[in-house]
Each structure stands twice: as C-alpha cells, then as structure tokens.
C-alpha cells in the first residue's frame, strides 16, 4: 500500500490561495488569467488569448477581473494567518506578469478579513430581479470604505437625475453593442448551452425586464429571458471609479471591486454588473463627465437583495497553473 504525504502547510496555503483566485468575476466568464508557482510565490499572469477583442480592446477589463483574483489570494493568506506580500507589475519589460504574491510574516487575521474571505465561494453575478427593499445607508457607507480601502471610489447614484441619466446611456451602450455584429458573435462565442469550465451558461442569465423596466441587462439568452419579469422598483446603482486609467489602475479597481462584492454578499447583498456605458468608449466619456470629469469609471454595479441564482463553472486549479519547475 503507498501513503501519500499529506500536503505540507505551505503547499496548502497557496493551494488555498489559487482556489480563491479562480472564484474570482471575469467578463462572460473568460477567466483571463494564469498561475506560476514557485519557491512559495504565487506568479498572476494575464493570458491574451482570452482577452475580448471586441468588448475589451485594451483588455482594461481583463486587468479589473485578473485584480479581483489578487485580491482573493491577498484574503485567502491573510485567513491562513500570513501577511500577503504583494508586488504589482513588477518587470516593466514583462506585461503579461500582473503580479507577484507571497505570504509574508504571520500575522492574526482581523475579523472583516475573516468576513470577507468567507464570502469569496458564496459571491455571484445575480442578475435577476431585486427585491424592493432599500439597501440601508450603513452598507452603502461599508461599500464606499471598501472601495477606498482599494484606493478607488464608489460613487452611488442616489443624486436626483443620476439614475435616469445613467440609465438612458446603458440602453443606448447596451442597443449599440447589440447592433454590432462582432460584439454578437463574440458574446455568442463565450455564451453556453451547457454549463462548461468557462463562458456564462444560460441558466446564470436572468429574465428580461417587463416593459417599464429602469435598467437593461446584458442578455445572456437565460432560460427565463422568454419571460418578462418585474425588476425593482427603485435600484441601486453604483459606478466605480479610479484617479487615473494605467494598468496598475486598472488592477487596483479589480481589487477594489471584488472588495465591494464581497463585502456586499457578506452583508446579504446581491449584485449584478452594467458595463455596457464603461465599455462604449463615447459612453464612458459621458459618464465621466456625468460623474465631475476627475475620474475614470471602471465598471458599474446594481446592488440589492435577491434570491441567489444559478452559479457559473470554473476551470480547476490545475488548468490555469503552470507546473512548478522540476527540482
Ligand atoms: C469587468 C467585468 C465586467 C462585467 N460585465 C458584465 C456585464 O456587463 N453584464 C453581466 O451580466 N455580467 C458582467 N460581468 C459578470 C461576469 O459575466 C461574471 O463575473 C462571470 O460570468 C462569472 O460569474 P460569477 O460572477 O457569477 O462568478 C462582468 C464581470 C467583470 C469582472
């Protein structure tokens, strides 16, 4: 009979820490990213192939999902009682290599990080409808923190006109994008009948909004796309922003706003994402510019409570980790 050894505790904390990583959101599923172990250091790699050309020319939005899965390993080491240390963009002349992680001194996790962490296998994109009940004004201010937190800003659409305004430019992203045939085909591309290891199966799509409805979702063909639905009422909007649009912006808005689902779906929150008006370029001038023209929007938010729907699949641990090196 052979044993196997169990894993040691460092192995199981960056096994851990990858399986933290892949939960992470990316834009219709495509996971943009890649694993490098070795000497005890997680590698975060861009991979180009799965970068959207026609939704994400400038793979702005592959940097915010390749973001959201470093603010994962951060968390997950800080649960296993370890200081992350983190170095963004680390070779100038490497751009694929987003990151190096490794776990530091140790250290007792605070309980919001235990908080959020727990949260990562429970956050989902919901995009059916909300219920019509207002979001307090205690976890709109635990929302803003955790954006800031990240270095970047929340912005609530709760000023009168906001929320018309932005939803007037999501119907007119969202219409143009649809007109597009390259769009369409890409969308196509990367939607699925059947649940695979990437793309959004159907079920994860919601319903469409009954006539009236404020906000137009990205229309994934979900089963209950057929069916028109009452959306809320009253829904809570919210943009986030960054101070400037590089790529080491775009990775601090990728951990600020996996920091800001998180912390919603630990406080019993449900979100679903608007990105159409971010990712039309004439759109997101706009926006900007709606928002005060000091910052730059990197992806929008519908925050409320909702019953949880269908997850989305990932590929394993393993598919997305480059072998360690033979000794
Ligand atoms: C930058 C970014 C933009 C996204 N834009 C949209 C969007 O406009 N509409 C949408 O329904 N989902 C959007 N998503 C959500 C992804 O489709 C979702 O994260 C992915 O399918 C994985 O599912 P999960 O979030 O439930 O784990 C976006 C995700 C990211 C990271």
Not at 99 to 121: M, Q
Not at 204 to 211: Q, S, V
Request: net charge positive; aromatic share 4%; charged share 25%.
């Amino acid at each position: 009979m052979t044993m196997t050894a169990p894993p040691s505790p460092a192995t199981s904390l960056i096994e851990s820490a990858l399986a933290a990583a892949v939960r992470a959101p990316s834009p219709h599923n495509t996971q943009p990213w890649r694993f490098r172990v070795h000497a005890g250091r997680i590698d975060v790699l861009l991979d180009p192939r799965r970068v959207l050309r026609v939704c994400d020319p400038d793979a702005r939005e592959a940097l915010l999902a390749c973001g959201a899965a470093i603010l994962n390993i951060r968390l997950s080491i800080v649960e296993s009682g370890r200081t992350p240390i983190v170095d963004l963009l680390p070779e100038r002349d490497n751009p694929v290599l987003l990151a190096t992680i490794r776990p530091g001194r140790p250290r007792r996790p605070a309980p919001e990080d235990l908080r959020l962490a727990g949260a990562i296998p429970r956050r989902h994109t919901n995009r059916r409808p909300f219920l019509d009940r207002r979001v307090p004004l205690h976890l709109r201010y635990a929302l803003g923190r955790a954006a800031v937190a990240e270095g970047a800003r929340l912005v609530l659409l709760d000023q009168p006109g906001q929320l018309d305004a932005f939803a007037a430019l999501l119907r007119r992203s969202d219409h143009l994008q649809s007109e597009d045939a390259a769009f369409r085909t890409e969308l196509a591309t990367w939607t699925r009948d059947v649940p695979d290891a990437d793309g959004v199966p159907r079920t994860a799509g919601g319903p469409r909004a009954l006539e009236g409805g404020v906000l137009a979702l990205r229309d994934y063909g979900g089963r209950e796309s057929a069916a028109e639905r009452r959306f809320e009422r009253d829904p809570l909007v919210a943009v986030l922003q960054t101070p400037g649009d590089t790529r080491l912006a775009r990775l601090r808005a990728g951990q600020a706003l996996q920091r800001v689902l998180l912390a919603a779906t630990a406080s019993g929150l449900s979100a679903s994402f608007l990105a159409q008006p971010i990712e039309v370029p004439a759109a997101r001038t706009v926006l900007r510019t709606m928002l005060g023209d000091r910052e730059c929007p990197q992806t929008a938010l519908r925050l409320g409570y909702g019953f949880p729907g269908a997850t989305t699949p990932r590929r394993s641990v393993h598919a997305v980790t480059e072998p360690l090196p033979r000794k």
